[in-house]
């Protein structure tokens, strides 16, 4: 356990346990708040960051502080005065100022040529002053036109710069309000970390207050409490201890009264272990000899007792013997027993004409069913065969059964067996109406089967021939032949190229399979002569291959009867009044 040689720890008492479940308590409810503050800051830190994402997502489309001030103030302005420029009236004015001080001059110099002088330099000095006066407001007129052209003003352009600043500024001090509570959350982990290292440091203190090695923890002591464990180890060294102290006393009893058999034996010399070791094979072997003794006086008792009954038996077997020749008529033993092989195999075979005799009792018309053996052997191989993998069948559905009564179970706790057992009542009957369908279409399989098994024979090569020719009208030429392959049914195309029948269009795999259609009522005709019932078959065909299936139709009604059904009133263009029929 780590600890010194000569130190020991004691057991936990109540008080000490008590302050060690305090400790972790304590440890604990820290380690949660942190964690909980660390998911505050996770949160903290993820809505900080969508906040400033959506600042930076705003900045792009604001425009200019300037342009934003002459847009607020020309949405502040009346609407009829909105279009006027307080520059351009100032430029006017100083014009008019301007026109009437020269017409002063020009009066002054008429009427006081001594004033004339002054006068022209003071209109010069104004005529100046006004001309730079004009060309900074004309200057000033032209950026202010630049700028409103570059960013036309717009009350719905200026609403919307408005709202976006509205916006920024709440989520300016959403970011603020965000950052705060980030670096409180910041000083609490920063708090709560303290207080940890501070709860460890009581931790180390109070396992050395214990004597316990700093290697341990609280934890580790409260679930194993080694000071226990060394107090119950110690108290079963002392009870070993006090056993071999017990054992050898009485080891030294044996010896006085085994001495003895050392000097019987010369045995003076050996020590315990060997003299304990050679005691018990000397035991061992009398013991061994004793009983070898009595069992052969017994046996030799008995082996005698039963000779003397073995040789009267014998005596009165060979008078039986003697007596068993003369009734049988023979004077060998070797004679007696052919005879008695011949009647046991006599015996054998009346018992075996029983046996049969009794299986064949009303089981004649089987007898007839398999005259053959191997036949037989042949069936009752297939139906062993069959019966394993029913019964292995029945192994899955056992086990398919005891998980859905396990699933029946669990349901009648929810409350909806009754409504799946009333589901399961409508499946059944809608599979009973499933297999009665089923089966019926079974039978009439098989006895379309047992008919077309007459005349199947030398049929085929006709029924492809009849298809080849089908399929080429009904696709005008485009394709020049089927193919019946170990790979499965192709169509060439009349360019030569090789399709299966996924890779064609669907109106030609429907004139591929009435082409095999049709081919087949053909050539059985003359012994199954039913009719075609065609229910609107062709409506993914365009006119071209409508007029070809209408064409042969018309040829396969010479020999078989064809009802065909539709809303396609075009037929009158194709088949006579007498041929049409109108269903109301």
Request: hydrophobic share 35%; proline share 2%; charged share 30%.
């Amino acid at each position: 356990m780590g600890l010194e040689e000569e130190k020991t720890i004691e057991p936990l008492d109540e008080e000490s346990r008590n302050e060690a479940v305090a400790l972790l308590n304590k440890e604990e409810e820290l380690l949660e708040k942190k964690k909980e503050i660390q998911q505050q800051l996770d949160r903290c830190e993820s809505q900080l960051k969508i906040v400033e994402q959506r600042i930076e997502g705003v900045k792009p489309d604001l425009v200019s502080e300037d342009v934003f001030q002459k847009w607020q103030k020309q949405a502040d302005l009346p609407k009829e005065n909105s279009s006027v420029v307080p520059s351009t009236k100032k430029n006017k004015t100083l014009m008019i100022i301007a026109i009437l001080l020269v017409m002063i001059v020009v009066l002054v110099g008429v009427f006081v040529p001594s004033a004339f002088l002054y006068t022209v330099l003071f209109s010069a000095g104004f005529l100046t002053i006004v001309g730079i006066i004009t060309l900074r407001n004309q200057n000033k007129n032209t950026k202010e036109i630049q700028i409103e052209e570059a960013t036309p003003f717009s009350m719905q352009t200026y609403i919307q710069q408005a709202t976006l600043r509205e916006r920024l500024v709440e989520w300016k001090v959403e970011e603020e309000s965000e950052q705060e509570q980030l670096i409180q959350l910041l000083n609490q982990q920063e708090e709560m970390d303290m207080q940890l290292e501070e709860q460890v440091h009581k931790q180390k203190k109070w396992l050395q207050i214990g004597g316990y090695p700093l290697s341990f923890t609280v934890r580790k002591i409260l679930d194993e409490d080694p000071g226990e464990i060394l107090a119950r180890k110690r108290r079963v060294l002392e009870e070993n201890q006090h056993q071999l102290e017990a054992i050898e006393r009485q080891l030294e009893v044996w010896k006085n009264h085994s001495a003895f058999v050392r000097e019987h034996f010369g045995l003076e010399h050996l020590n315990d272990v060997e003299f304990l070791n050679q005691f018990t094979e000397i035991y061992q072997s009398v013991v061994l000899e004793e009983s070898m003794s009595r069992n052969i006086q017994d046996k030799y008792v008995e082996v005698k007792r039963e000779l003397d009954e073995v040789q009267g038996k014998l005596k009165d077997n060979q008078e039986k013997r003697s007596q068993i020749l003369q009734k049988a008529h023979v004077e060998t033993e070797a004679e007696f027993y052919q005879l008695l092989h011949a009647k046991e195999e006599q015996r054998n075979q009346k018992r075996r004409r029983d046996f049969l005799g009794e299986q064949l009792i009303g089981k004649e018309e089987i007898l007839k069913k398999y005259p053959q053996k191997e036949s037989a052997e042949r069936f009752l191989k297939e139906n062993q065969e069959k019966l394993q993998n029913l019964q292995s069948e029945l192994k899955t559905w056992q086990r398919k059964e005891v998980s859905t009564r396990h699933e029946i179970d669990e349901l009648e706790k929810g409350g909806t067996y009754s409504s799946l057992l009333q589901d399961y009542a409508m499946l059944e009957t809608e599979m009973r109406e499933m297999i009665i369908e089923w089966g019926s279409k079974v039978i009439a399989a098989e006895w379309v089967e047992e008919t077309l098994r007459e005349g199947r024979n030398d049929r085929l090569p006709i029924i492809l021939e009849d298809m080849n020719a089908y399929f080429i009208l009904l696709t005008d030429n485009m394709y020049s032949r089927i193919a019946f392959q170990k790979s499965g049914l192709k169509v060439q195309h009349k360019d030569g190229t090789i399709f299966k029948p996924h890779e064609l269009s669907q109106g030609t795999i429907e004139q591929l399979y009435i082409a095999m259609r049709f081919a087949f009522i053909k050539n059985t005709s003359d012994i199954a002569n039913l009719p075609i019932l065609i229910d609107d078959s062709f409506v993914n065909f365009d006119e071209t291959r409508k007029q070809a299936m209408f064409s042969l139709m018309q040829e396969l009604s010479e020999t078989v009867q064809i009802f065909f059904f539709t809303f396609d009133k075009n037929v009158y263009e194709v088949f006579t009044n007498e041929q049409v029929y109108m269903l109301h």
